[in-house]
């Protein structure tokens, strides 16, 4: 017997509403990331290796002096990959900025690299890619290390002129005849009116760089417009998950002066992570890694070589 015109109806119906789900929730296209690897003494050690992921800004390049000394004192040796997001340093930009896009970025990194589990260590926005890798598959992470950051929404209340920053970033002229140091200079100039703090300009203007295929125009590394745009959804708000957890060792460094990891985040921490401790750097702000770097480096490397 054949079904009725009514039930055929009903599986098409069926059928298109699943291809939509399918298509609603197919994972985000990943990107080949570039990254920077330290193995001089690694060459034999069957150690898995150690991913480190940046904040908003950076770039691999921030974590060169500790992925040496990582990979010297590793023990047994590791080899150490300092990772550029997308949308910032030499890997891609995009118009797509969120977690659910870093972490597929990163698990075709594991492949592209042969690699079938690793510990992983984020600062802030690369924390919270790195906990939702964790998250979403425990199976490739050993260790986590997350640098002042939560898995809690919003962040720290120094971050809330962000978008501002990038608008004032897109707004800085600079004729190309100009030499690196005097874009720099300029650029300082220029932010100073709406940033007061000369570290954070010293620190936004690493990124700007003299683009010599391009006729010797000033650009940015970083993608500006991407990151605006997806601010408030993609790298302020941590996705909300429910059921999942890592089980592994988790640490957490965060900053004694920071406000990104508070009090009330614990509880939501330990539910997400049940074998984490939280540890706090005395005196350090939110770049702990590079305030307190002695401090950060022994609290790291205690961690992994236990």
Known sequence: MFPSNAVRRAIKSSFRSFHLSATCYSKPAPVALSFTRYENNASDSNAPPVLVLHGLFGSKSNWNSLGKAFHKNTK???????????????????????????????????????IDKASIIGHSMGGRAMMLLALKYPELVEKAIIVDI?????????????????QSMKMIQISPTATIHQARKLADEQLARIIAEKSLRDFLITNLVKAEKEGGQFRWRINLE????????????????????????????????????????????????????????????????????????????????E
């Open 76 to 114: 047994p040796v590791r080899k150490i990959y300092a990772i550029d997001a997308r949308n910032h340093g030499d890997s891609p930009h995009t118009d797509e900025h969120s977690y659910d896009h870093m972490v597929e970025d990163l698990v075709q990194l594991y492949k592209t690299l042969g």
């Open 226 to 305: 991407a990151l605006e745009r997806n601010f408030n959804t993609g790298v302020a708000q941590f996705p909300q998950l429910t059921g999942r957890k890592f089980e592994g060792p988790t640490l957490f460094i965060a900053g004694g002066r920071s406000d990104y990891v508070k009090s009330e985040d614990v509880p939501l921490i330990k539910t997400l992570f049940p074998n984490s401790e939280i540890t706090y750097v005395k005196d350090a702000g939110h770049w702990v890694h590079s305030e307190k770097s002695t401090e950060f480096s022994k609290l790291v490397l205690n961690f992994l070589n």
């Open 150 to 166: 939560s898995p809690s929404t919003g962040l720290g209340t120094s971050n809330t002129n962000i978008p501002l920053f990038l």
